[in-house]
């Protein structure tokens, strides 16, 4: 059944935000656990492709390229204060976020407009304005690639970080995620309105006591000012995280850059740390001279330094050696150590 649905040199630029433009030796999408599970009996090496959102191809893809489309959204319960659901790797993480606030679901509205699937959420931890994903997950259900058994994995042995999570390390390429669960509230919602400029977006349209909603469509108001539409100009999103650096260093920079910004680091549930700080990469890479540098068909977001872009025909390699530039500029210049937040496949 799946040799017949697989597809031959197959070009990914639809498949990838960046729309870099590499082949597949051979493809198939899937829509079901079962089908994952019946194509893993005859090929083990495959690689993994959903939303795309979170990745540079650099090269052609030799190994079967295995699309996950599974899709789905189920609630499993609600008491009076939550809802319980559990949501198919193949959804569309912001078409999700948009049903959870029709629902009055609140939890995730932080992060809308996030590109991405479902499946792909927990594994970078994805976060935005105030809000991580893990807050929210109960439990992560993914096929042992080895043995194609389903195996769950509760929020604690996610091991979730800063952009971090199992899934990128310890069991990296061992496991295919086909389902996260979440917890949401439905009453007494804990908004974030106060991170970023949400609390900005809400004065000036007059609103002081914000609903979900509210919260949703001003993160969205003020990515679409910031973030180019992977639609119209390829890019995957924050290229960078955001470094925490020592306070010491922190105020030794201070010193020669008065203007520098930061952000607390929360080093427990309620306390913030004394010795860590973390300093917007953004701002960092403005300072160096790269936001709106243009190279030929790539470059670097003239509204947002984070965000490295395809305006149309670059090459994965191109933007990853200009992704490696600015990594060594910014060591040099300040000091600190840039880390890739993309996958790079290379």
């Not at 031959?8 to 198939?28: D, H």
């Not at 479902?118 to 893990?134: F, R």
């Not at 109960?138 to 994995?153: H, M, R, S």
């Not at 607390?264 to 917007?280: C, G, H, L, N, R």
Request: hydrophobic share 35%.
């Amino acid at each position: 059944m799946t040799k017949m649905s697989i597809q031959k040199n197959i070009s990914l630029k639809n498949y990838n935000t960046f729309g870099i433009s590499v082949n597949a030796k051979s493809f198939i999408s899937v829509d079901s656990v079962y089908e994952l599970q019946q194509l893993l009996k005859v090929e083990k090496d495959i690689f993994l492709i959903s939303g795309g959102s979170n990745m540079l191809l650099t090269k052609d893809i030799e190994k079967l390229v295995v699309h996950i489309d599974i899709k789905g959204i189920s609630i499993d319960r609600e008491d009076d204060n939550a809802a319980y659901l559990t949501v198919n790797a193949g959804e569309n993480w912001h078409e999700f976020v948009l049903w959870c606030v029709s629902e009055n679901y609140g939890g995730i509205e932080n992060l809308s407009l996030i590109p991405g699937n479902v499946g792909t959420c927990p594994i970078q931890n994805i976060g935005a304005y105030g809000v991580e994903v893990k807050d929210t997950i109960t439990k992560v259900e993914a096929l042992d690639i080895e043995t194609g058994k389903l195996v769950q994995f509760s929020n604690e042995e996610c091991n979730f970080g800063y952009r971090n999570s199992i899934f990128k390390n310890e069991v990296k390429g061992k496991y295919i995620i086909t389902s996260v669960s979440f917890k949401l509230t439905k009453t007494n919602h804990n908004l974030n309105s106060s991170y970023g400029a949400i609390e900005t977006e809400l004065t000036s349209k007059g609103i002081s006591n914000p609903s979900l909603k509210d919260i949703s469509e001003a993160v969205i108001a003020i990515r679409k000012s910031k973030l180019p539409d992977p639609k119209e100009i390829g890019n995957s999103g924050s290229f960078f995280k955001n470094p925490v650096i020592a306070t010491t260093q922190f105020l030794e920079l201070q010193k020669e850059y008065p203007t520098i910004p930061s952000y607390p680091v929360i080093s427990s549930a309620v306390e913030k740390s004394e010795t860590q700080v973390k300093v917007p990469a953004g701002w960092l890479i403005e300072q160096a001279g790269f936001k709106g540098k243009r190279y030929g068909d790539f470059g670097v977001h003239e509204k947002q330094a984070l965000v490295l872009v395809n305006y149309g025909n670059a090459t994965g390699s191109e933007i990853y050696q200009l992704a490696e530039k600015i990594k060594e500029t910014i060591f040099n210049k300040f000091g600190i150590s840039l880390e890739i937040e993309v996958n790079i496949i290379k």
